[in-house]
Structures are given as C-alpha cells and as structure tokens.
C-alpha cells in the first residue's frame, strides 16, 4: 500500500513533502482517524525500527522528502542520538516532535540533531505568545508549524473569525522561518485560505480518510487534484 502511496503521489508531482506519521498509544493532539490508525499499526507490530525500513524502501525509488512525526516517549525509550541517526540512515530529513519543549530540546538534544543534520520543527498555537513564537523561530531548523486552531487533528470548521485573525497575526510578524499550517485542513478551500497566509500546509486526517477507498492509488490521486488543482 505504501508504494501504490508514493507511486500516486509522485505522479501528481503537486506534494512538497510527506509527513510519516509514528504510530503511539496516547496520542494527545490528534482525533479520531490518527488514533483509529495508530491503533492498527501498533497492533500490526509497527514500530521505529520498522518506520525506519518502510522509509530506506522508500527512499531508493522516490525523492520526495520525508519528514517523521511522533511524540517524544517513544523516542526517548528508542534513544534520541538512535533515533537521529536511524533517521539519516533512513533518508528522513527532518521531524516533528510535538511535546518536545523547545528548552528540553536546547538542554538536552539541539547538539545531537545538529551533529546529524536533522531538521527540527516546533508547533505553535492560538494562544502561543509572541515571545515564544519568536524563541521557536530561533531554534527552529525546518519549518514552523502552525496548529490552526485550539483543537485536535481532524476537526473541520471552517475558518471562523478568530482563526483568520491568528492568520494575520502570524503574518504581520513576518517570520523568516517557513511557516506551515495543519489541524483542520481538509479540502481545496482550507488549504488555499492557509496558503494564502503561509508557505503551506499540511492535510493528515482527511487523506487516511481517503485510503480507506478500494482503489488507494486512484483515491490518492484524485484528492490531491482536488485539494491542489
């Protein structure tokens, strides 16, 4: 399924990046499809290790970069100078840690990511101050992602008054790092409102929702036309 995936995705050469998501029990920012999914990988005997050879596979045949997404336990548990190196290995670029404090990580693991040339990036949210976001802008080495709502992943309702003012917030600040919007982008009009104020965005539940169809990579396909015509 993970190569018809690919196979779709490239041929529509409309995706910048795909965000691998690491399978974890209690995973506390995201709604029902992600743990629903979680749930049969881990009960498939996904682990790190095995992400790490589905991405090496991967990687030999498509150049899309590849970006891995999981809470910290986990990785902690793996080993976090492990985990980096098993993610150069693998041919990931970067990842997403979500409960991964940005001053644990300057205590504890900024050396050992910058020894591996591993991107790292930090989310931020409605309520995050402009101070922080500032302190995440420096420590940041990949993009900055922008949770686009005080939500969970998987919500879809719509922009409201308060989200588009966030939205402008975030861009009268001028952030020189990328900036990527996710949670609660679904369809055509959530992704281009959010490129209308970022570099991107990123669709998580909406498209596993999508590979529940028969035919995976026609379904795949056809998403993406539709959400990027």
């Known amino acids: 399924d993970a190569d018809l995936i690919f196979q779709a995705i490239s041929e529509t050469n409309k995706v910048d990046f ?17 743990q629903q999914t979680s749930s049969v990988a881990i009960r498939n005997g996904v682990t790190i ?40 290995d693998a041919g990931i670029e970067g990842v997403i840690i979500p409960d991964l404090p940005v001053e644990i990580y300057e205590q504890d693991y900024q050396e050992i990511f910058a020894a591996n040339n591993l991107l790292v990036s930090f989310l931020i949210t409605p309520t995050t101050s402009e101070k922080r976001i500032r302190k995440i802008e420096e420590r940041t080495t990949g993009f900055i992602y922008v949770v686009s709502e005080n939500s969970i992943t998987g919500k879809n309702q719509g922009t409201s008054i308060e989200q588009a003012s966030y939205f402008e917030r975030l861009k009268n600040m001028q952030l020189q790092r990328l900036t990527i919007a ?16 970022f570099n991107g965005a990123i669709i998580g539940s909406a498209f596993l929702r999508v590979l529940e169809n028969e035919n995976i990579k026609e379904s795949v396909s056809n998403f993406i036309q539709l959400v990027k015509p």
């Open 18 to 34: 795909i965000e691998l998501g690491m399978p974890y029990s209690d995973p506390l920012a995201d709604g029902p499809t992600i």
């Open 182 to 197: 996710g949670f609660g982008i679904h369809d055509y009009s959530s992704f281009n409102n959010a490129c209308n104020y």
């Open 49 to 88: 290790h095995k992400y790490f050879e589905i991405a090496k596979h991967l990687r030999k045949q498509y150049r899309i970069p590849l970006i891995f997404m999981g809470y910290l336990n986990p990785v902690m548990q793996f080993g976090m100078e492990k985990f980096c190196k098993g993610c150069v």
